[in-house]
C-alpha cells in the first residue's frame, strides 16, 4: 500500500522563478491538503483540494496555487519566489468521509529559494 | 488567529523515564487533536489522535484530553534514546478541514 508520494525531494531555484511541486495521495484517499513548514516552525496550512475544487485556503497569498486531477493527484504552484518561500513543503492525504480528519504526511519536498 | 501552543524545549529526560508533553490551544471549537512526531530532517508521522475527554494509550504512549482546559498531553513511558524527536501537537480547525499545528518539543532521551 503506498503512502503519500510527492516529487521532487529537494530543489533550488533563484528569486523570481516558478516552482511546481508534486504529490500523489494514500491509496484510497481521495483529499490532498498542502502545508508549509519554515525552520523552527510547525507545519502551516496553505489549502486543501476535493473533487478537484479548493476547499479551504490559509493565509498565503494568490502567489500560491494549486490544482488537483481527477485522479486525486495534486500540485501545488508558487510563483515571483522570495527568499522566504525556502521551506519544507508538506503534501498529506486523506479521506474526506472519514472521521477525524486524520491526515497523512508524504517525504516532502525541499525548496530552497537563493 | 486560533493558536496552539507549546514549550519548545528541549526536555531532556533518561532513558526508561516518562516523557510528559503538553499542549494549549485557544479554539474552544476543536474537536480532533493529534501528536506528530517528526525526526530532523523528516516529514511528521502520526502517532496518536484523541477526540474524546480522558486518556488514549497506543504502547508506550498516552493521550490525554481535557476539552474544559483546552489541553492536551502525551506521555511517553519507557524512553527510548529513538524516541529524541520533535513532537508536534495539532488541532483542528473550526471547518474541520484545517489542522492548525504548535511549533513542536524538542524531546532528548539520553541513554
Known amino acids: 500500500d503506498a503512502g503519500v508520494t510527492q516529487s521532487p525531494t529537494h530543489l533550488i531555484k533563484t528569486r523570481g522563478q516558478q516552482v511546481t511541486l508534486r504529490c500523489s495521495p494514500k491509496?484510497?484517499?481521495?483529499?490532498v491538503s498542502w502545508y508549509q513548514q519554515a525552520l523552527g516552525q510547525g507545519p502551516q496550512f496553505i489549502f486543501q483540494y476535493y473533487e478537484e475544487e479548493e476547499r479551504q485556503r490559509g493565509n498565503f497569498p494568490d502567489r500560491f496555487s494549486g490544482h488537483q486531477f481527477p485522479n486525486y493527484s495534486s500540485e501545488l504552484n508558487v510563483n515571483a519566489l522570495l527568499l522566504g518561500d525556502s521551506a519544507l513543503y508538506l503534501c498529506?492525504?486523506?479521506?474526506?468521509?472519514?472521521?477525524?480528519?486524520?491526515?497523512?504526511f508524504g517525504e516532502g519536498s525541499w525548496l530552497t529559494v537563493v | 488567529q486560533k493558536e496552539v501552543e507549546q514549550n519548545s524545549g528541549p526536555l531532556s529526560v533518561p532513558e526508561g523515564a516518562i516523557a510528559s508533553l503538553n499542549c494549549t490551544y485557544s479554539?474552544?471549537?476543536?474537536?480532533?487533536f493529534f501528536w506528530y512526531r517528526q525526526y530532523s530532517g523528516k516529514s511528521p508521522e502520526l502517532i496518536m489522535s484523541i477526540y474524546s475527554n480522558g486518556d488514549k494509550e497506543d504502547g508506550r504512549f498516552t493521550a490525554q484530553l481535557n476539552k474544559a482546559s483546552q489541553y492536551v498531553s502525551l506521555l511517553i513511558r519507557d524512553s527510548q534514546p529513538s524516541d529524541s524527536a520533535t513532537y508536534l501537537c495539532a488541532v483542528n480547525d473550526n471547518s474541520g478541514y484545517a489542522l492548525n499545528f504548535g511549533k513542536g518539543t524538542s524531546l532528548l532521551v539520553t541513554p
Open positions: 498529506a492525504s486523506s479521506l474526506a468521509m472519514s472521521s477525524g480528519n486524520t491526515i497523512y
Open positions: 491509496s484510497g484517499h481521495d483529499t
Open positions: 479554539d474552544r471549537g476543536s474537536q480532533s
